[in-house]
């Protein structure tokens, strides 16, 4: 969204102040030039409301109603910008507005970020009502508690893998599943603090049942039967479970403070371990997901062949 910036310089804020704050802002300002200023920006003009002491102008970037400016008490024009509105109300002279009604994406998208910078140990519901400007309590009307903006967390998190992934149905099933483990880590290594919720527990909503759908594809259009294809499912995701964890955790601490063992510490026989260790972190994360699905896929491809069931 572009970001409004006053300039000082522009001839067209007023400045003068005003003593009595019953009397509408008039300084001979000329609100079009404000109004063809954001529309350059990609804003447009809803509705202009007379209030006093100023005026208020609602613009919006064809989404929703996204920018307010007006002028306080003193005469200065002030911006709010970065929040959605649609009710406006004179509060001690000066124009101000109620947030648009919360939803439970929103909800979510705040507590994702959220856990994102802080943990998820630091998630709470109050702290999610404050990133939004609300009581904790109004949280209450859209999820039920903090396992329920958990699920909601976890429910964004899915709709971010599946706007990324899309099947091909021009190519091997092979590489529609190369795309979907490639998609899977991608979003769960951008969002460490919060993975958890990806990893350890189910998701009960529709996009979890289309994410799972997906999955299901892969495996029916390679040829498994249904119950086999959830085995061979379950494999891999066993597989990326302990892959991302294991990104995240020991190989990140392996690869930052080194293998934990020099060569002079330990007994020659075991100088091989060493050598061992340090070839394992000498491995990139990507080629260590790209040999690890690849090993995966060489099994099916044989299972697949051979086809004992």
Known sequence: MPELVQ??????????????????????????????EISTLGFHLLETIDVTPGVVGIFSDDLEPTILFGHDQNGTRRYW?????DTKCKISGMVAAERAPLTR????EAALALGDAEGLDGLSMRKVGASLSVEAMSLYNHVSNKDDLL??????LYEQVLEQYTSDPNVAWQENARMLINTFYDVAMRHPNMVSIMLDRPIPSITKVFFLQQCFEVFVTAGYPTKEAA???NTVAGWMTGMVHSELTLMRQLQEDG???????????????????????????????????NTLLAGFEKELADRNW
């Open 81 to 85: 910008n970065g929040a959605l509105y």
């Open 259 to 293: 293998v934990p063992f020099a060569r002079e510490d330990v007994p020659e026989e075991f100088h091989g371990a060493i050598e061992f260790m340090e070839c394992c972190t000498a491995w990139t994360a990507d080629q260590r997901l790209h040999a690890g699905f």
């Open 105 to 108: 994406q929103r909800i979510a």
């Open 231 to 233: 085995l061979a499912f």
């Open 7 to 36: 300039s000082a310089a522009d001839p067209a804020w007023p400045t003068t102040s005003i003593e009595d704050s019953a009397t509408p802002c008039d300084h001979g300002v000329d609100e079009s030039h404000l109004t063809t």
């Open 151 to 156: 699920d909601a967390v976890g429910d964004l």
